[in-house]
């Protein structure tokens, strides 16, 4: 690591340890807690009565993988339709009465996921949750809404294919989850959203938005007695089953450069390997791995490599992804045509080196002093607060994990980065993505 990067780095330690000189216990701080939900529901309340302001993020068992095969799509299909129109209300109608009451309200699906964040002043709560309601239990789908999203979607897939980190992540997903629905992309294929009729958005909406598996994360000026209420008023008039289970993916990866022709003045590559899930004893010291090597900026190893001793290219990082049936370490990095080959050995050597002898123990202190110093920004407005918690919830984590968090991290010890850099971050184990040209 240079000079330079390690300054920066411990400059940024420094103002997030600024930030924090007094123990820090989320729980207690943000008052979350879990409230007493039917079966299959979680309820996470973080009460704070500074602003007169709500956040809550719910997140349904919705997402992409569980697209039937030949409408790949579907899930985001149905995303993307959750505010235009419900009930009496048509698409223009809803938007309205969502403006007029300054609640703002946000739709993403992901692999195992859609998750739909509101926020809103307290004294409109009762509207919020009403306008929720309806949109989950009563959507309209419309003809005409159906169209223009349709066509908006497929013009938004005729954009990544000209963008080859899109292209590139897309092809990598196939090919490391091969026969699973993880591998096709969650905003669907043209031939999939084509397919899509209004009686599969209803039935999906049907199936899928539903309070079997909801995880509900709520911040803000509300108390325990009210935000049960609106809970019941809002989820309880829907489906009460759950999705069927995800299949478990078995084998991942198809290790080796795969390329993908396109004509870009600069490729992209998308690398990654199976990573570590939620629920495995070495998740926490895999997670501070990750920092060290890919994940910290200017502070990670890669960056220091790759960028700063080689000059291959301006950006370069990895992420630890948790999903419910697999987890990836997937990295991004574009480069010049002439400079792929030689950025793909400065990634694989950089791997190498990290997996035999892991991190030097500045290195850990860093990241330690990073990463639990950083927390609490996350809780810095109800609706971090409610984003946090909600991440939280759908890892299947229990609501005292916001307070242990910070102390787990401080656990991790120089032998257990090392041990897990050993199991995960072996280089013959990468699967590589380039899309566009490279030249030796």
Avoid: C
Wanted: charged share 20%; no cysteine; glycine share 8%.
């Amino acid at each position: 690591m240079t000079a330079t990067i390690r300054k920066a780095s411990l400059l940024a330690a420094a103002a997030f340890a600024a930030l924090t000189t007094l123990p820090f216990d989320a729980a207690r701080a943000f008052g979350a807690k879990a409230l007493p939900a039917p079966k299959g529901e979680e309820v996470w309340l973080s009460e704070d009565h500074t602003l007169p302001m709500i956040a809550l993020v719910a997140s349904f068992p919705a997402g992409s993988a569980y697209d039937p095969k030949g409408k790949w799509g579907l899930a985001a299909f149905a995303a993307a339709l959750m505010d235009e129109g419900a009930g009496r209300l048509n698409g223009r109608q809803f938007h309205d009465a969502l403006a007029d009451k300054a609640i703002q309200l946000e739709v993403e699906p992901d692999r195992d996921w859609t998750v739909v964040s509101v926020v809103t002043l307290s004294a409109n709560a009762k509207e919020a949750f009403k306008l929720l309601a309806l949109a989950l239990a009563r959507p309209r789908f419309d003809g005409d809404a159906i169209a223009r999203v349709r066509a908006q979607m497929l013009q938004s897939i005729d954009r990544e294919d000209e963008d080859p980190a899109e292209v590139a992540a897309r092809e990598f997903h196939r090919l490391f989850f091969g026969w699973h629905p993880y591998a096709h992309p969650v905003s669907g294929d043209r031939a999939g959203l084509n397919a899509v009729q209004r009686g599969d958005l209803r039935a999906f909406a049907a199936t899928h938005w539903v309070r079997g598996g909801v995880k509900i994360a709520v911040a803000g000026d509300v108390n325990a007695a009210q935000l049960t209420s609106y809970v019941k008023t809002t989820f309880g008039p829907l489906n009460a089953n759950a999705p069927p289970p995800l299949v478990h993916v078995g084998r991942l990866g198809a290790p080796g450069v795969h390329r993908y022709a396109m004509d870009v003045p600069q490729p992209n590559a998308v690398f990654g390997m199976p990573g570590v899930m939620r629920d495995d004893p070495d998740f926490i010291p895999a997670y501070v791995a990750n920092y060290i090597l890919g994940g910290g900026g200017f502070a990670s190893r890669l960056t220091g490599e790759v960028r700063e001793k080689q000059g291959l290219t301006y950006d370069i990082d990895t992420e630890l992804d948790d999903m419910r049936r697999a987890a990836t370490v997937e990295g991004l990095v574009a480069t010049r045509a002439d400079a792929m080959s030689d950025t793909l050995d400065a990634v694989r050597d950089t791997f190498a080196h990290f997996a035999a002898d892991g991190p030097t123990p500045q290195e850990l202190t860093d990241a330690k002093t990073y990463l639990t110093g950083s927390y609490p920004l996350a809780f810095a407005s109800d609706a971090g607060t409610a984003a946090q918690l909600a991440t939280f919830q759908r890892a299947g984590l229990d609501v005292g994990y916001v307070a242990r968090r910070n102390a787990l991290i401080n656990a991790v010890t120089l032998d257990d980065v090392r041990r897990v850099a050993k199991r995960v971050f072996d280089p013959k184990r990468l699967t590589i993505v380039v899309a566009g040209t490279m030249r030796k």
